[in-house]
């Protein structure tokens, strides 16, 4: 079955104790992205990447990291959490041709509190 | 402010009736995408409409792009409460020599009542 799978679905944590929400396709997708959402603010993207070694930052990148170097995984790491990054995280995975990115396959999602 | 922006930002409509919602955007585009999203879930992709396409219809679904005012707007007919949900447009663009971003608008809420 063709997924997108993140890990953890839920997570409590503390200021400053890192953590890595992994997020891993099956489809042998080109293109993989990491949204965070919360309450009047819609989707907003948080890195992308067009393939393995490839990684851009999107509109709110603050305060993350990622790395691609395999064409599955996209793990999504906050080096050191803070109360403002209190969210539901989508990970996200398409066919890209380079010119053009195709439809988006989304994980369940992982809510996320930092106290 | 975001590329694509959707309007209204809720709606609410009884069973049956039609629910129309626009969106915006600012610079050219590959394509744009309509998504739906049940509260809380991840979202689920319905129709992708090509920057040289003016219509296409999937099921209830029909979706218009307007490239001179960039604008684009989604039709549900016929409605049903199982269409309650957020809709969100998507919109693709080209950033750089080999790069595109997809990014999304801040959705619709649309609320069918039975």
């Known amino acids: 079955e063709a997924q997108v799978t993140q890990n953890p679905r839920y997570l409590i944590t503390v200021t400053g104790k890192k953590l890595t929400v992994t997020c891993s396709q099956n489809?042998?997708?080109?293109?993989m992205s990491w949204y965070r959402q919360d309450p009047g603010l819609g989707l907003r993207q948080i890195y992308y990447s067009m393939n393995v070694e490839v990684t851009d930052k999107g509109d709110v990148p603050e305060g993350y990291k990622v790395s691609r170097k395999e064409k599955r995984n996209f793990p999504l790491i906050l080096e050191s959490p803070s109360p403002n990054q209190t969210s539901l995280y989508f990970c996200?995975?398409?066919?890209?041709?380079?010119?053009?990115?195709?439809?988006?396959?989304f994980g369940e999602g992982s809510r996320l509190t930092v106290l | 402010s975001q590329q694509g922006e959707e309007d209204p930002q809720a709606l609410s409509i009884q069973e049956g009736e039609n629910a129309t919602m626009n969106c915006s955007y600012k610079t050219s585009i590959n394509n744009l995408q309509w998504y739906r999203q049940n509260s809380g879930r991840g979202l689920v992709h319905l129709i992708l409409?090509?920057?040289?396409?003016r219509e296409k219809h999937s099921g209830r679904l029909r979706v218009t792009l307007d490239t001179s005012k960039k604008s684009s707007s989604l039709l549900i007919t016929a409605s049903r409460a199982a269409d309650t949900a957020s809709y969100f447009c998507a919109t693709d663009r080209k950033i750089k020599a080999a790069g595109n971003k997809l990014t999304f608008g801040g959705g619709t809420r649309v609320l069918v009542k039975p």
């Open positions: 409409i090509r920057s040289n396409e």
């Open positions: 489809m042998n997708h080109e293109y």
């Open positions: 996200a995975s398409a066919f890209s041709s380079g010119t053009s990115t195709g439809e988006l396959f």
